[in-house]
């Protein structure tokens, strides 16, 4: 069974704060991403990597940055953080396209609130 | 640009009865496309996935979605919902040959007595 984690679960930090989420995959997938989801616009992609040392930018990057340092893990950075990142956070995970189906493994997400 | 479209919020249906969520893509090539499923505190679980071939797929939890190409659509059906339906879907567009996937707003499904 596919398996990814996250943390943390729940992060309050304050506007201006140094904030680290991460994620670890079991799948031994090489594709990872970061979305965020907001009420009244789903899920937006964030960044991506297709393996360590690799990082894509998605499709609302502004205000972070990720790491991806191997197969495994994917961080996502918030180095000064904003109220407008306040959200839910996912991390997933996939095959190669054609090796598998392109089907996304997720995370249970980290809620984060900056005040 | 390359994007879906869920026309509907929020959806309510009585138990038992049929369902239908809908979803609309923009995109110039073959689409593939995906319904996932969001429970209450949970990340997004696959209910079923389109490549090519027969239109009509068919995917976990007797859901069934329907690909047309000449309306730009792929709504997700069932024919009789159970309370336990009750969960945020969301249609999803694999782009540049499935690196990513981009996502539609959702729709949240109620399934009421």
């Known amino acids: 069974e596919a398996a990814v984690t996250q943390s943390p679960r729940n992060k309050v930090t304050v506007t ?11 799948n031994s997938h090489n594709y990872m991403y970061w979305y965020r989801q907001d009420t009244g616009h789903g ?51 996939s ?18 609130t900056v005040l | 640009a390359q994007s879906v479209t869920q026309p509907d919020a929020r ?11 809908r979803c609309k893509y923009s995109y ?15 990340g997004l679980q696959l209910l079923l996935k389109y490549y090519s071939g027969d239109p009509v797929v068919q995917g976990v939890n007797s859901f ?16 009789s919902v159970h309370w336990s339906d009750s969960a945020v879907y969301f249609c999803a567009l694999s782009i540049n040959s499935g690196t990513y996937q981009r996502f539609g707003t959702g729709t949240k499904l109620q399934v009421v007595p």
């Open chain 1, 16 to 26: 201006g704060g140094n904030v680290t989420l991460s994620c670890r995959q079991t």
């Open chain 1, 43 to 93: 899920l937006r992609l964030i960044h991506y990597s297709y393996g360590a040392g690799n990082l894509q930018i998605g499709d609302v990057p502004d205000g972070y940055k990720a790491t991806r340092t191997t197969q495994e893990d994917f961080f996502l950075l918030l180095e000064l953080a904003s109220p407008s990142q306040t959200s839910l956070y996912f991390c997933a995970s």
């Open chain 1, 95 to 112: 095959g190669d396209w054609g090796a598998n189906t392109g089907q996304l493994y997720f995370g249970e997400g980290s809620k984060l």
């Open chain 2, 11 to 21: 959806v309510t249906v009585s138990e038992g009865a049929s369902l239908q969520l």
């Open chain 2, 28 to 42: 110039s090539a073959t689409p593939y496309l995906f319904w996932y499923v969001q429970y209450p505190r949970q």
């Open chain 2, 64 to 79: 069934e979605a329907e690909f047309s190409k000449s309306n730009s659509s792929f709504h997700l059906q069932k024919a």
